[in-house]
């Protein structure tokens, strides 16, 4: 297994790349979901280790690690320690002739992760509290409605999970469409919103699955169309009917709808928000420090978010979107998956003493030092990739 270790900026650094199978066969509207690949980044200093990670794809975590290694550790020798914006300015400029988009930001942002949850540990202070919020619960929604091949009856499957989400203590919840005909997953819309009984929200995420903006706007009035039969007052959002590169497309749907349009999971640096807030092409922004840059370039986002009167409502890894909705004043909700589900599936290599508490359909910021989280080392050698 990669050991590898990278002195750096007083700094030692240590990549792993991990690879944690599904356990059932599952996909979303666009890709057939096997396997989860993240990147995990230890940095470590005056007895201190910081823990940074990033969901890579359904593969490529060691091409990351060596990313980490080869090109984005070495740029930070003549940075100082605390200085966490000077890195991340360095490894973006390292980056411009190899690109600064995809897995390069994706393993800059496990980098910077790290960086921050050195600083607060070093402080011992939760994240949250470092960067001026406080140990609290936040709102979250209970995030699913997968496809999946062996579920004999898809409506059924979605009241099922509706049903137990409820009973975990969520009032809000996000399921997948745009993977069925419009029709059958107008049906799957229905069927969830008869299970709430018109309380709390039900938000739908496409996942880029509609090719034109008509095709996705045909395919939200059905889903307003479902909802209005079930007796709701609407849903709360429409996630990515677009691919992300389409800008205009979204605001173009966004005219056009009654349904708030959510995008920005897949947006990486602060230049892709600006383009996405000055198209108007988001109601609600979501940001995830994963993807886009870190933790230094989430906040830059979020502060943007903040002036411009967007909300804020962050993809993925409530581990650490947990801490950053806690110190700021733009976050709607932080989208949670119970483990249990095996859809996002790294808290299987997390310390189940460290994994995220949730609390009447909240999540509850730890108040431990960083991060709050501890790797499993059992865990992570099962699932780490040979380098």
């Not at 429409?238 to 749907?253: Q, T, V």
Request: aromatic letters at 6%.
């Amino acid at each position: 297994m990669s050991q590898q270790t990278t002195a750096a900026g007083g700094f030692t650094i240590r990549a792993r790349a991990l690879r944690i199978p599904l356990r059932r066969p599952t996909r979303i509207s666009n890709r057939a979901l096997v396997a989860r690949d993240f990147l995990t980044v230890e940095v470590s200093r005056e007895g201190t280790t910081g823990l940074g990670y990033a969901y890579i794809g359904t593969s490529g975590a060691p091409a990351a690690r060596m990313l980490v290694h080869e090109v984005l550790a070495p740029t930070l020798a003549s940075i100082e320690p605390d200085d966490i914006i000077g890195a991340w300015e360095a490894m973006f400029q390292e980056t411009l002739l190899i690109g600064r988009r995809g897995i390069v930001i994706r393993a800059m942002s496990a980098i910077d992760i790290a960086l921050w949850d050195w600083r607060a540990r070093q402080a011992g202070l939760p994240l949250a509290v470092l960067l001026g919020g406080s140990v609290r619960a936040v709102p979250a929604y209970a995030s699913g409605g997968y496809y999946r091949a062996d579920d004999p009856d898809a409506c059924e499957a979605v009241r099922a999970e509706i049903r137990a989400d409820r009973a975990a203590g969520f009032m809000d919840h996000k399921i997948k469409v745009g993977g069925l005909p419009v029709a059958a997953d107008a049906d799957r819309v229905r069927a969830a919103l008869t299970v709430m009984a018109g309380s709390g929200r039900l938000a739908l995420d496409a996942n880029n699955a509609y090719a034109q903006p008509a095709l996705a706007v045909q395919a939200a009035v059905a889903f307003e169309e479902a909802a209005a039969d079930a007796g709701a007052d609407g849903l709360w959002w429409f996630e990515e009917p677009l691919s992300p590169e389409n800008i205009d497309g979204h605001a173009w749907i966004r005219e056009r709808i009654a349904t708030p349009v959510a995008t920005g999971e897949i947006a990486q640096t602060r230049h892709e928000f600006r383009a996405l807030i000055n198209a108007g092409a988001a109601d609600i922004l979501q940001p995830d420090a994963g993807v886009l840059g870190g933790i230094t370039e989430y906040l830059r986002v979020v502060r943007a978010a903040e002036l411009h009167q967007v909300p804020v409502a962050p993809h993925w890894h409530a581990n650490i979107h947990a801490h950053l909705a806690a110190a700021s004043s733009a976050c709607l909700a932080v989208e949670h998956f119970d483990l249990g589900k095996d859809i996002y599936n790294f808290e299987a290599v997390v310390r189940p003493e460290t994994r995220m508490a949730v609390v009447d359909g909240e999540v509850v910021v730890p108040d431990r030092p960083g991060l709050g989280i501890e790797l499993d080392e059992d865990a992570v050698a099962r699932f780490e990739v040979a380098g």
